[in-house]
């Protein structure tokens, strides 16, 4: 990062010091490739905020589609059964890998993981930069593959062979499929990258007194993100190595004799279980790559507007850690069907429900923090309190399928796309919203406008749970999963009304997203300004101005002196204290 | 490099004691620095985190292998339905491996890491002087050590260049990459670990042109080489595995 210009000692040493200072002037150093990772955060979250946008216009054409089969759509025109596949791997695709990966940890955790610690950057700034970089080329490959001939894969975001594994099985897996399984290799790459800073920066980069039991829970929810990321990526990318080589060497790693239409194909002795295996060792983890961060952010905000310090913070912290740990041996669950060993799959049902303890305990705590609070209703807290809802409504119903005798009737059905929808999809991305409204203030030095923030909670946490409630029921009742057109069979005309339900509260949701945005771009320019701590928090990023400086404290190095959720301190001049002022007294 | 560092004022901020409770290293009055944080010059601590970081990305790698192995393992075991004779077989062929020149390459592999080893030695210890010999009017004497981090590259271009004889020799014994799932596996193991052999070459010309061209001092270059050994030694013990996992597989 310095000494680039080089020419000497004196110079390496003076540019060091830029570093630390000031930042670059040149607009392409300052903005487009920049070592800053609060720029690198911004980065993510733009990037993130462009993928969900087209990840939700996709879920709208599939709504569409649903219940209006025959309708001739703008721009796409009449939706054939194989692009109603490919916008729905398309659509879990972008969703898992460029919005719920990407916005907490790449976005939120770039930006305020060093502040909350009270370091000047990244451990490595240049790497930071490369894995933003290398996400966004990941991103542009995968929207490339609407635009190739035959268009986007149709084997889902799980990518599952023999599907995905023949180049001839479908329009899309073709030149469509190697691009995907590019980006997903590539992306793999990238979240390696940043896995390894975040990881460092954390151990080596916290300032005076952080220890590990002062730092925010946000930043034990990125630092043990970062731990599953750097174990469950590598493995991902040596399956999609091997799905390449199986599609485009003729190797047999995951394919079988078979047989595609009507053609032998020259491959033998592969196991598409074994890709199943791979991809569901990273596939797990990846769920609680995409809550955790949501989970942190939640106990950040409920504590701060409770106004009280958070409930069993020590469990807390334990309790990610043992969500992390249990994460790595469950995977077998979403595999009930494949025809395992009973054996096996008890273990696996048996280790999944365990994961009911840890979740437990922070739901809890959560509830335990608001106990008798002093609650402030802003609208991050609003979405803090909207994510516990939808992590324990979204919960519940994992116990149910993690027990292979129900797993067998609903896999496949709407009640797994309901389950997973609410616990990993709308969970994460209210705890996204929550981080948004929470930092805005701090990231671009003005407040977003709370009537409109408030209508877009109360719209979209209506409207989602209006989404994908139904879907239990519908699943329940036999409605198969991942069928583009269904309205013509006898036994499921009953649930046609409950579909077209779905659809107009998906109308609506999407459109109170379009509320958000015009508040984020408008309060970037025209907000309040914003003052240095608005919301009267405690953590160490509430210390500096507003937004911070380059190198985030203006030459200082914080000193820690107390935990990060110090709210109604008895005794003391406001009702919280700050983690960098002076050490409170013994008797607290 | 601490040890040898003066006490004395130096003209070079560079060479303060890379211990805890050095001055704030820029302006601002900040307050010291003791959880580890932003000394820009404190070497000690750079390298320190350098190599954090190298045991994480390798831990990247070791995952990545670990799916390699997981899969080798499982497809070995995988029986293969014949149509013709609707039974299933198992159609893991013994793949013939050129032993002999396997031997040599890992040979050469070894001897690159013996000197990547001596190169990062040499470099500790001129960072160690570096300090000493800042000091106006003292001179160590000119040192004109082996060229270690040269004979390091050419080695492992070697290695790669046996690889690929290697690679030869399997295509001469119509063994390819989609004959069967010993030879699939065999070319995807070498590709893999020479992609990676690969970029601890880069590594090493990046850190030998960042020395010439950029002038770096030589405790920056001695973070790159040291960091760039370990991978090395690293490399050279990932294809010991990968050539007994091959081994006993066969």
């Not at chain 1, 409770?306 to 469990?315: L, T, V, W």
Request: with cysteine.
């Amino acid at each position: 990062m310095a000494g680039r210009t080089g020419g000497g000692e004196t110079i390496m040493a003076t540019s060091e010091v830029v570093h630390a200072h000031a930042a670059p002037q040149g607009f392409i150093r300052k903005y487009v490739f920049s070592l800053d990772h609060k720029v690198i955060g911004i980065q993510y979250f733009f990037l993130a905020l462009t993928a969900v946008w087209v990840g939700m216009f996709l879920s709208l054409l599939m709504r569409i589609h649903l219940i209006w089969p025959n309708a001739n759509l703008p721009i796409v025109g009449h939706l054939q059964p194989e692009t109603y596949l490919s916008l729905l791997t398309m659509h879990g695709t972008i969703m898992v890998f460029f919005v719920l990966t990407t916005a907490p940890q790449g976005g939120f955790g770039n930006y305020f993981l060093p502040i909350q610690i009270g370091a000047p950057d990244m451990a490595f700034p240049v790497l930071n930069m490369l894995s933003f970089w290398t996400t966004f080329v990941a991103f542009v490959l995968l929207i490339a593959a609407f635009f190739v001939t035959g268009g986007a894969p149709l084997h889902g975001w799980t990518g599952y062979p023999p599907l995905s594994a023949v180049q001839s099985t479908g329009p899309g897996e073709g030149l469509g499929a190697d691009l995907w399984i590019t980006s997903i290799a590539i992306f793999c790459a990238a979240s390696l990258m940043g896995a390894l800073n975040f990881i460092t920066t954390t151990l080596d980069l916290r300032a005076k007194g952080m220890t590990l039991m002062r730092m925010p829970l946000t930043v034990w929810s990125w630092f043990i993100t970062a731990i599953l990321g750097l174990l469950a990526f590598g493995v991902l990318l040596s399956a999609g190595i091997l799905l390449l080589m199986d599609r485009n060497l003729g190797t047999s790693f995951f394919l079988p004799v078979i047989v595609v239409n009507g053609q032998l194909m020259g491959h033998k002795g592969g196991s598409p279980l074994l890709w199943q295996h791979l991809f569901w060792f990273f596939g797990h983890p990846e769920v609680y790559i995409a809550i955790l961060p949501g989970m942190g952010v939640a106990s950040q905000v409920l504590s701060s507007f409770s106004r009280k310090p958070i409930f069993g913070y020590r469990a807390m912290v334990y309790a990610m850690l043992a969500i992390g740990f249990l994460g790595f041996m469950v995977w077998g669950h979403h595999m009930f069907m494949s025809g395992m060993s009973p054996y096996s799959a008890f273990a696996f049902s048996l280790l999944t429900m365990a994961i009911g303890v840890p979740s437990a305990i922070k739901t809890f705590n959560w509830l335990g923090t608001l106990y008798k609070g002093r609650i402030r209703f802003y609208t991050p807290m609003l979405f803090a309190i909207g994510f516990v809802s939808l992590f324990v409504s979204g919960g519940l119903s994992g116990p149910f399928l993690a027990q292979p005798t129900l797993d067998i009737p609903l896999h496949d059905t709407y009640f797994v796309v309901g389950h997973f929808h609410l616990i990993m999809g709308v969970a994460a991305i209210f705890g996204i919203f929550a981080a948004t409204y929470y930092w805005f203030p701090k990231m671009f030095g003005r407040m977003m406008n709370e009537g409109l923030g408030k209508a877009h909670f109360w719209l979209t946490f209506i409207g989602t749970y209006a989404i994908f409630m139904p879907m239990h029921y519908l699943g329940m009742a036999g409605h198969p999963r991942r069928y583009s057109q269904l309205t013509e069979v006898a036994y499921l005309h009953p649930l046609i009304p409950l579909q077209t339900f779905m659809t107009y509260a998906a109308f609506i949701t999407i459109g109170a997203q379009f509320i958000f945005v015009i508040n984020l771009f408008w309060s970037m320019f025209k907000g309040p300004k914003a003052a240095d701590n608005p919301w009267d928090a405690t953590t160490v990023e509430w210390t500096t101005s507003t937004p911070p400086p380059h190198d985030n404290f203006g030459g200082h190095t914080p000193v820690v002196n107390n935990g990060p959720y110090e709210y109604g301190v008895p005794g003391a001049a406001r009702d919280f204290v700050m983690q960098t002022d002076p050490k409170l007294g013994a008797t607290h | 490099m601490s040890t040898l560092a003066p006490n004395f004022a130096v003209k070079d901020p560079r060479a303060r004691d890379a211990g805890g409770g050095s001055p704030p290293t820029f302006g601002g009055g900040g307050n010291g620095n003791g959880g580890g944080g932003n000394g820009a010059f404190d070497y000690g601590e750079r390298l320190r985190r350098a190599r954090l970081g190298l045991v994480l990305g390798l831990t990247a790698v070791i995952m990545l292998f670990v799916g390699f192995t997981s899969a080798l393992l499982v497809r070995k075991g995988l029986p293969s339905f014949d149509a013709q004779t609707n039974t299933y077989s198992r159609d893991w062929v013994a793949i013939n491996l050129p032993w002999a020149l396997l031997l040599v390459n890992t040979v050469v592999l070894l001897l690159s890491s013996v000197t990547m080893e001596f190169a990062r030695r040499a470099i500790a210890r001129q960072a160690a002087l570096a300090p000493v010999k800042s000091i106006p009017g003292v001179s160590l004497g000119e040192e004109r050590g082996f060229p270690w981090l040269g004979s390091t590259v050419i080695l492992g271009l070697g290695f790669i260049a046996g690889q690929l004889l290697v690679w030869r020799i399997l295509h001469e014994h119509r063994f390819f990459v989609n004959t069967g799932p010993s030879s699939s596996f065999a070319y995807l193991l070498f590709a893999t670990h020479a992609v990676h052999l690969a970029g601890g070459v880069i590594a090493l010309i990046y850190a030998a042109a960042a020395s010439w061209l950029l002038h770096k001092p030589v405790e920056a270059q001695r973070i790159v080489i040291d960091i760039a050994a370990w991978y090395w030694h690293f490399m050279a013990l990932l294809w010991v595995y990968i050539l007994v996992l091959l081994m006993i597989v066969r």
